[in-house]
């Protein structure tokens, strides 16, 4: 069983920079990534970003050099930064453990979500 | 816009089946998956793969692909499947994960 629980900034201003932590609970970190997804309000599901556990990663081009995931091993926490934050980053982010399987992929487990409101 | 198309509203009748679909190039080679979604709460896993039931789904719930277009089956849809829907796979270019813009279920 695997269990994500997220904690972060909730109120941030233009420009400032979004952070928010996703703690890992779950037996292993490897053979998977932990991604990003976010949700803007009354929106879709957006795909932001991932990391596995030896560090590679792989951003969604529209957000280009603002997102950063990190994976701390020896915390079992995975972590995103968003610079240069505007209103259309306010959306609720999850963390969510992504599991290929060959021929697709699946994200089995998620987090509860953490509410980001961009506002001046 | 989605690379995943599915349509943005479905309605079936309580006791009937209702098919939610999805539409993308990707799709002709990498599997779709599934997604749960209701007011307030984080997404669930619901297929996955050829026709995977995630743990603890009932299985009243199916999916299947034929060509670019993927579908979720609700053989006897249930009120507390009343919900919205979001199918995953893989954006034109194979190297970045992409969700559908989500289906709103409604059990009549």
């Known amino acids: 069983q695997v269990q994500l629980q997220q904690w972060g900034a909730g109120l941030l201003k233009p420009s400032e920079t979004l952070s928010l932590t996703c703690s890992i609970y779950?037996?292993?970190?490897?053979?998977?990534?932990w991604s990003w997804i976010r949700q803007a309000p009354g929106k879709g599901l957006q795909w932001i970003g991932e990391i596995n556990h030896n560090g590679k990663t792989n951003y969604n081009p529209s957000l280009g050099s603002r997102i950063t995931v990190s994976l701390d091993t020896t915390k079992s926490q995975v972590s995103l930064k968003l610079t240069s934050v505007t209103a259309a980053d306010t959306a609720v982010y999850y963390c969510?453990?992504?599991?290929?399987?060959?021929?697709?992929?699946?994200?089995?487990?998620w987090g509860q979500g953490s509410l980001v409101t961009v506002s001046s | 816009s989605s690379e995943l198309t599915q349509d943005p509203a479905v309605s079936v009748a309580l006791g009937q089946t209702v098919r939610i679909t999805c539409q993308g190039d990707?799709?002709?080679?990498?599997?779709a998956s599934w997604y749960q979604q209701k007011p307030a709460q984080a997404p669930v896993l619901v297929i996955y793969?050829?026709?995977n039931r995630a743990s603890g789904i009932p299985d009243r719930f199916s999916g299947s692909r034929s060509g670019n277009t993927a579908s979720l089956t609700i053989t006897g849809a249930q009120a507390e499947d009343e919900a919205d829907y979001y199918c995953?796979?893989?954006?034109?270019?194979?190297?970045?994960?992409?969700f559908g813009g989500g289906t709103k279920l409604t059990v009549l």
């Open positions: 995953h796979s893989r954006d034109s270019s194979g190297n970045h994960p992409s």
């Open positions: 990707s799709l002709r080679g990498f599997y």
């Open positions: 779950a037996d292993s970190l490897s053979d998977c990534f």
């Open positions: 969510a453990r992504e599991w290929y399987y060959g021929s697709g992929e699946k994200f089995d487990y």
């Open positions: 793969g050829k026709n």
